[in-house]
């Protein structure tokens, strides 16, 4: 159930983010793509963060096996099932897109994450884009960490990372189009093919390294729960119960 979530829930963001940008771009501009790709994970937290923890981003998945929350077991069945929803949802954006008048796979393509003065939207080179991909990858993953551990408040979780999805989008797309997830990255780049795939390295490369940074730097800043052994807490609870009695 984990993994069927967890392809539904990246699913649903690509196809919300993707197709936003692909499908209306014109009309929302970067902000309404922002949105897009922020709220899907906003919403997507709430519906299935109880069943999979809602990674739907192979950068975050990582994350949580650096800092010791998840198997690399699991977590391989994470990737696999994040970049099967990420490919299916781009196949059926590019498929809308193609339905309409002059509609073609360039639709898709001027969607899909790429660096340098081609490719680029802002003609930023390959070493920007890096940097970019990996800083904002690590505010992601890094907020993410903090927002889902035990001691932050309950069901809130979806909010700042719903949120901090939407500010490293719009910082984003100007660089690279905004990927920080390799899922989103792969699916348009098995459709568009030649360049896309030959720049898919950066997008996968500087995405994971962002989850790890994030990871030790929270394991860094984390201060630990205070911890008892199941002796002291035996020998605690007499002394409590006497307590409670001569308060009586």
Aim: charged share 5%; glycine share 14%; aromatic share 8%.
């Amino acid at each position: 159930m984990r993994y069927a979530a967890e392809l539904f829930g990246t699913f649903v963001l690509v196809f919300a983010g993707l197709g936003t940008a692909v499908l209306a771009g014109s009309q929302v501009g970067n902000v309404g793509v922002a949105f897009a790709f922020g709220l899907s994970l906003l919403c997507m937290a709430f519906a299935i963060g109880p069943i999979s923890g809602c990674h739907i981003n192979p950068a975050v998945t990582l994350g949580f096996v650096v800092a010791k929350r998840m198997k690399i077991g699991m977590a391989a069945g994470y990737w696999i099932s994040q970049i099967i929803g990420g490919a299916i949802a781009s196949g059926v954006v590019l498929f809308i897109a193609t339905g309409a008048p002059g509609g073609s796979l360039a639709s898709l393509a001027g969607a899909a994450n790429g660096y340098g003065a081609i490719h680029s939207p802002g003609h930023y080179a390959a070493a920007a884009c890096f940097v970019a991909e990996t800083l904002l990858t690590m505010l992601l993953v890094f907020t993410v960490l903090g927002a889902t551990d035990d001691r932050a408040p309950a069901g809130f979780a979806g909010i700042p990372i719903g949120l901090i999805l939407t500010t490293i989008i719009l910082c984003g797309i100007p660089v690279t189009n905004g990927s920080f997830n390799p899922a989103r990255s792969i699916g348009p780049a098995i459709f568009v093919g030649g360049w896309a795939l030959q720049q898919l390295w950066l997008f996968i490369v500087a995405p994971m390294l962002g989850g790890v940074i994030a990871a030790g730097l929270y394991l860094g800043i984390r201060v630990p729960a205070p911890m008892i052994t199941a002796r002291q807490a035996e020998q605690a609870l007499p002394s409590q119960q006497a307590e409670r009695r001569s308060a009586r």
